[in-house]
């Protein structure tokens, strides 16, 4: 009889992005495939649909009951968590029962290779995090071999104790048609010809050295081109948004387009001339493979999980360095046959990452853990 399983949905009752996006679909894809032995804890009233939204205004009730068990006693967890084999645990849970194996997933190791990234209730709640697993896990699931190196070199893990299975991506962006590109570029007043940035606006995803590289571009390059930026303003981004704010006024070619909603990426993605994605550290970098699903020519950077997920289908760069960004632009804006090679690399590249592959892989691994 095979396990039963409960993931703990906890980051799905936050206002957050990557987390709550790859607890939601990973989820769902393991419910599709097993739904009599996938179970939740501290879900949101309904799963029918990814809400960014979220926080106590939302979900009074969820959170208060978050907020008491990590209040109260070890003891309390095992009369109010329901009963199940295996519980995958968030970051946002801090008092585990004692009789089902406990698993979690480590995204990134940021909170020890960049702390200065990240403000410092989230790096406390990342190393509180680790030193759970570390003590009461039986295992871990790490988002990229990159991941799972860091997390045995700081964490002092035996490499068994990590099992590495990579998230998926949203078929939709694959499915991107012209009609929708058309429909999407229409509606945000695009330029026939841009380069995108998509991410949360903060230190980590280094959009300023982006700003350097672009005004550094030779006119016939910038005036042919524009840059759409496109996400939230996060942490620690007044600055950014001030160069951003002032760029936009001094160059036309420079748009910020805010929050994009999720139905309408895809399409922004597979209208550009190439996605321009620089950031310092990512765990395993989910705009990168979106992107090359919908055939956008990816411009990305040369550490962390990044070369290991896109491999020779975008194009690396040292993202500290806002020449080398600036000449991969160029080249890219220049060589219609380099976006064309880059484009088919990356749907082949992208095609390897998909839920029903994590789901399939993670419950067979909660078996063996069970």
Known sequence: MPPFIRVDCSPLLLRSAGVKTYIYHWLRSMQKLSPNTVGTFLAPPSLDQLSHDGGPRQYPLRIFELVSLNRLPDFVSDMVVPRCDVLHVSNQLWRFPRKPAITGTF????????????????????????????????????????????????????????????????????????AAIERVSREYKLAARYFLFVSTIEPRKNLDVLL????????????????????????????????????????????????????????????????????LYEGFGFPVVEAMATGCPVITSNVSSLPEVAGEAAFLVDPRSASEIAAAIQKLAESESLRSRLSIAGKIRASRYTWEAAAGQSLRYFAELA
Request: hydrophobic letters at 40%; a neutral charge.
């Open 107 to 178: 995204h990134d190791l940021t909170a020890w290779l960049l702390p200065e990234c990240h403000t410092p209730a989230t790096v406390g709640g990342d190393k509180a995090f680790a030193e759970r697993m570390r003590t009461r896990a039986q295992g871990v699931i790490a988002v990229s071999e990159n991941t799972k190196c860091d997390a045995v070199k700081l964490l002092n893990l035996n490499p068994d104790f990590i099992r590495v299975i990579y998230p998926g991506i949203s078929p939709a962006f694959s499915l991107v048609t012209h």
């Open 212 to 279: 350097d590289a672009w005004n550094s571009l030779p006119s016939s390059v910038s005036r042919e081109n524009s840059l759409v930026i496109a996400g939230m303003e996060g942490w620690r981004a007044e600055e950014t948004m001030r160069r951003i704010e002032e760029a936009m006024k001094n160059n036309s070619a420079i748009r910020r387009l805010g929050y994009v909603p999720g139905a309408d990426l895809p399409a922004l993605m597979g209208g550009a001339q190439a996605l321009v994605y620089p950031s």
